[in-house]
Nanobody, 123 residues
Framework: VQLQASGGGLVQAGDSLKLSCAASGRTIYTMGWFRQAPGKEREFVAG????????LYTDSVKGRFTISRDNAKNTVSLQMNSLKPEDTALYYC???????????????????WGQGTLVTVSS
């Protein structure tokens, strides 16, 4: 499967941005968003189950970011509000094939990755 992420850009602190990820094909996967800041490890940001009923967020984005999906279009989005300079990173969407129902947070659990979209938040 191919994942195409989009929606990154340069914004000011406090602004909002919405990232989108389109998956090729019709298979529905557990989806996740990760980010990688310069000099840092790639970290889990948010994940959503196949049916969209379960969502998981890293603590630093809870209450500010919302992950959602549209299975009819096979897309997943990340609405980011109240952005902070520390949110600056390359954001990746990822897909996970297993059917356990668990949303993994480890990058090694994901099978497919998009190319990344850059989010820059100025202070």
């Amino acid at each position: 499967v191919q994942l195409q992420a989009s929606g990154g850009g340069l914004v000011q602190a406090g602004d909002s941005l919405k990232l989108s990820c389109a998956a090729s094909g019709r298979t529905i996967y557990t989806m996740g968003w990760f980010r990688q800041a310069p000099g840092k490890e790639r970290e889990f940001v948010a994940g959503i189950s196949r049916n969209g009923y379960r969502r998981l967020y890293t603590d630093s984005v809870k209450g500010r970011f919302t992950i959602s999906r549209d299975n009819a279009k096979n897309t997943v989005s990340l609405q980011m509000n109240s952005l902070k300079p520390e949110d600056t990173a390359l954001y990746y969407c990822a897909a996970e094939r297993s059917i356990t129902g668990v949303i993994p947070t480890a990058r090694t659990s994901y099978d497919y990755w998009g190319q990344g979209t850059l989010v820059t938040v100025s202070s």
